[in-house]
């Protein structure tokens, strides 16, 4: 399983320094095609997005992002919709806080 960064070259940076290999820096115009391919790659299993750029995505792309078990989807700002440990439950079927 591979974590995934996709947004803008500044918010991709920090996690390039971290080491994360699978970074996609994109303009707000192609964000969504880039997320879009990497929901259809099997390898990846988290994916981080900042949460303007959430913000920008279809509603479509949206209730997509929020329903699919798989990458867990991560948005790392202010306007968080989900906690984390909700998003971990529902992928792996396990309350891991309890």
Known sequence: ???AAVGRDD?????KLAGVRKTVSVTREGLEAQVA??????????????ADDMGVL????RRRLETTPRPVVI?????QEEDLRAKIKRAI????YK
């Open 1 to 3: 399983m591979e974590l």
């Open 11 to 15: 918010f991709v940076q920090g996690f």
């Open 37 to 50: 391919k990497i929901l259809e790659d099997p390898n990846v299993g988290i994916l981080v997005l900042s």
């Open 58 to 61: 279809s509603n479509s792309m």
């Open 75 to 79: 948005a790392v700002g202010k306007a």
């Open 93 to 96: 079927g396990v309350d891991l």
